[in-house]
């Protein structure tokens, strides 16, 4: 299915209603898709990005509906196979077209596709190149998320063609992003699960991004941005220091003590006036729990004690937020034991990237007694306070 842009400018890549897990790890709820686009210049014609291998033919086919029998250049953005992956068959199916692509990327895909240096045609930071009556400016914008990305910016156009940064893992029969609540949602998922943790770089990207006009964002996933502020007021917002008055809240629990401090403390904030997201982590979506992360002043794990330690899953919540990095001030730890345990120190120990205050655990032998659920209580006053000193 070939989508037009504007003149001359076509999304020729695929939509994957059915993908419903990335890189073996990321659920996808939503599908994602692998955009594309191609622009005939005057007197060339260049490729933006390619697919992922699995649906090469859909390219090949949507070039073919357009009746394009020469392409020029095939710019790539990024080395991750999912845009990369169809590289050597566009090549093998447009013999002269030449990969225009930083040093890095270059390398990258002469590692991944086994491609040869004469293949390729190396660009600078913000050079230009020229289609005739088209000019395409590259911004070099690197880890969001690999070291080698960059950006395109089709001058008389004023579109801004991205890759990773901006996309959404949304498979969406529109091409715009119409439906903004739906894509900004999916949007602000990719944006925790991928991007949170290079907030720094990206903070400086938009930094590099505010003298140019832009009329039109066009991500490598999901919608096209054809009103550019939603995404880059999000992105302003999800990567600035501010933080909500917001708790988010693994837990798991085997034998209900722990689910019984949770509710408490669950009902504490909230009287408090503190917003909780709980995730009870035994049936928790991932990509939810990180979507929850991306802006919570507060993350309380809550952990029944295992053979010592915290519950599997209470240390891969742990592990989580310490990759992905999130700009939370506090980190506190509930939970229950048998007979004793490692637990806190264990879960403390694991978030070594995150810089938090941390507010003193409440942890309890056996179920919550009365002074236990007090203990909780005061945890809840002593985050309402210290989010007030914050949000
Ligand atoms: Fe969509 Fe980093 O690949």
Known sequence: ?????????FEVGAIDWDRRLFDEL?????GTS???YLIKGSEKTLLIDTVDPTK???LLANLQQLGISKIDYVIAHHGE?????????VLAAFPMAKVVTNAKCRDELKEHLLLSDEQFMVIEDRQVLSLGDKNLEFLFAPWVHWPETFLTYLKEEQILFTCDLFGSHLASA??????EPEVYRTAKRYYAEIMMPFRTNIKKHLEMLAPYQIKMICPSHGPVYQRPQLILDAYKDWT??????????PYVSMHGSTAKMADRLIAALLERGVIVQPFNLSRTDIGELAMAMVDAATIVIGSP??????HPLANYAAFLANALRPKTRFVSIIGSFGWGGRMVDILAGAIPNLKVEIIPPVVIKGVPKTADLAALDALAAVIAQKHKEVV
């Open 81 to 89: 196979q999912d845009h990369s992956g169809s590289l050597p068959d």
């Open 56 to 58: 090469t033919a859909f």
């Open 26 to 30: 990321i659920p996808l709820p939503n």
């Open 174 to 179: 529109e091409l715009l992003a119409v439906n």
């Open 240 to 249: 600035s220091d501010k933080v909500k008055n917001e708790v988010v809240f």
């Open 34 to 36: 692998y955009n594309s």
């Open 305 to 310: 004690t295992v053979l010592a330690g915290p």
């Open 1 to 9: 299915m070939v989508r037009k842009i504007s003149e001359n400018i």
